[in-house]
């Protein structure tokens, strides 16, 4: 199994967790977003890749892209530990949890939005960082009330299991630690984030602790 993956990007986090939180062991591929106008977008790359995006899984010749779809895809072939739960309910509650910041924080403050800001709109550094600010903010504040008005909130944010929106959430808060976003007001979400940290998977997963950290 080989994982392409750049240690900054929070979609390439989020798989290393649900990998290393399956006990799966892989090769990891560096692919760096930024180095000569950004290795994705090599012909190599997008051969496995079509969109210019990381990560992508190289499971025994199958290639998968998008982040959700590979934990999806390793829940399914690889179902033990479990990263959602077992009644239909619970695993709605997780996949929205973890869609609220994938689909919600994450497109609205990822590598090319930001660029595009920046190279083509020419919004300046402090308006960038402004924009970035809001939108993580916001959205967390939305996760927030998601795990604080439902009592199947444990100690991670489904229960006494890290899960699937645990693994989503880590890395954004990474993102939003990175640029000094507010996140005094969700204790809730900080909380979970702590508890997540204090374990190997999440822990070892972390950005500066990869081959291609710089």
């Keep these: 199994m080989r994982l392409f993956s750049y240690f900054r990007s929070s979609a390439s986090f989020r798989v290393r967790i649900a990998l290393k939180l399956k006990g799966l062991d892989y090769d990891y591929v560096p692919v760096h977003l930024v180095r000569g106008g950004g290795e ?125 929106a645990d693994v989503l959430l880590v890395p954004q808060i990474f993102n939003a630690q990175r640029f000094n976003c507010r996140l005094d007001h969700v204790p809730t979400v900080m909380r979970m984030h702590e508890a997540c940290l204090k374990l190997p998977a999440f822990a070892d997963s972390a950005p500066l602790l990869q081959p291609d950290a710089e």
């Design 40 to 164: 994705q977008f090599a012909p190599e790359y997008r051969a496995l890749s079509p969109a210019g995006l990381v990560p992508a899984l190289d499971d025994d010749g199958a290639i998968l892209t998008q982040s959700l779809a590979i934990i999806e895809y390793l829940e399914e072939k690889y179902p033990l530990p479990a990263l959602l739960p077992a009644d239909a309910n619970g695993r709605a509650r997780v996949r929205a949890l973890a869609l609220s910041i994938a689909c919600e924080i994450h497109p609205l403050n990822n590598l090319r939005v930001l660029g595009y800001l920046s190279k083509t709109l020419g919004v300046s550094e402090d308006q960038k960082n402004a924009w970035y600010r809001h939108w993580v903010e916001l959205g967390l504040t939305a996760v927030e009330d998601q795990l604080t008005t439902d009592p199947r909130t444990g100690t991670y944010c489904h229960g006494e299991t890290p899960g699937m």
